[in-house]
């Protein structure tokens, strides 16, 4: 007779690993999810938070077996934090070897991370946390968003510095600088688009246990999101129009149909920007998002060359 299975000896079936990519507008997180999926050798599911309306950052993410899924409008530490844990589940059940959280550039990774681990199943393997070193002295300044920047390094296990290319000597030293002070002792990995040695994504030091603790942000209160959903727009007056947008917006991206030539991918960041053509887009048409601490900003007027806000 065939003994019985012993249960209790059998292996615990493994948990699934969580990594959280973190840090402000613009600073690289797509890049380094696409770059981590690309090096990968295992099945990875991404969950994209998008602070504003459309999920751009889920069209670009390049994963070809419809493991990523997306949560867009707010943000997944505050506003929208009853929605991660649906989405974890249903990241589960298309069986991953492990998951990603690309949290929204207003969002605190340690807090994703702590109601991540909510979830049954799941463990942390580490939070990242990603800055502009061309704009982070500039933003950690500012009163407006100073402060949601500096909680973006609590608890993380590893700091990206990215940007590295753009940032020039003088930024670059105060981006270090900042850094020492905001996450001291952790490792800092200077980049240039996310180029990052894998071997640096393992290895959580937290410890989270408990749901998270004290005050969240209410990032809605302080970021605004703006949609520009628009006929095609010339080239020359657009380019002009986006040199001249105000230093409260803090990102623009998205799809743009430029007359005569077709759709662009826009990536706009703290008055960088780049044009891509050929698309990624769901659907035809000019069709962007922006994030900004302004309340009333009317993008559509801005790009089409009309001047200033909405209500005047
Ligand atoms: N020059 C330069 N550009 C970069 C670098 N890393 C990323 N970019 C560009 O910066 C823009 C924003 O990069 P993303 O990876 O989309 O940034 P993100 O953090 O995912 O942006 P959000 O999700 O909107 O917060 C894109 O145009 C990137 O190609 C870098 O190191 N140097």
Redesign the pocket.
């Known amino acids: 007779m065939t003994p019985p299975l012993n249960v209790a000896a059998r292996p615990a079936p493994g948990l699934i690993p969580v990594t959280v990519i973190g840090?402000?507008?613009?600073?690289?997180?797509?890049?380094?999810?696409n770059r981590i999926l690309a090096a990968a050798t295992t099945r990875i599911a991404v969950l994209v938070n998008?602070?504003?309306d459309i999920n751009?950052?889920a069209a670009?993410i390049r994963s070809d077996d419809g493991l990523t899924l997306e949560l867009s409008g707010g943000c997944i530490c505050c506003s929208m934090a009853e929605g991660i844990g649906p989405a974890l589940v249903a990241a589960m059940e298309k069986g991953p070897d492990e998951i990603l959280i690309?949290a929204?550039?207003v969002g605190e990774p340690r807090r994703v991370a702590e109601f991540a681990l909510l979830e049954r199943g799941l463990k942390l393997d580490m939070v990242v946390t990603?800055a502009n070193a061309v704009e982070l002295a500039a933003q950690l300044d500012d009163p407006l968003i100073g402060d949601t920047v500096a909680r973006q390094f609590d608890g993380a296990d590893l700091v990206v510095l990215?940007?590295?290319?753009?940032a020039g000597d003088a930024r670059l030293a105060e981006a270090r600088a900042a850094l020492r002070r905001l996450a001291p002792g952790k490792t800092v990995a200077e980049?240039?688009?996310?180029a990052l040695p894998m071997e640096l994504l393992a290895g959580s030091t937290l410890s989270l246990l408990s749901a998270p603790q004290g005050d969240p942000m209410a990032h809605d209160h302080v970021f605004h999101r703006y949609r520009v959903d628009t006929a095609p727009l010339p080239r020359p007056a657009l380019e002009a129009a986006l040199d001249a947008l105000p230093a409260d917006l803090l990102?623009l991206?998205g799809w743009v149909d430029i007359t005569g030539e077709g759709p662009a991918l826009l990536?706009w960041?703290a008055g960088?920007?780049?044009l891509i053509p050929g698309s990624d887009a769901q659907e035809s048409g000019t069709h962007l998002v922006g994030?900004g601490t302004q309340p009333d900003l009317d993008l559509t007027g801005l790009l089409s060359g009309k001047p200033l806000k909405t209500g005047q």
């Open positions: 840090g402000f507008l613009g600073s690289g997180k797509t890049t380094l999810v998008d602070f504003g751009v950052d670009l690309e929204s550039g990603m990215n940007h590295v290319d753009a980049t240039t688009r996310a990102r991206k990536q960041v960088r920007w780049e994030i």
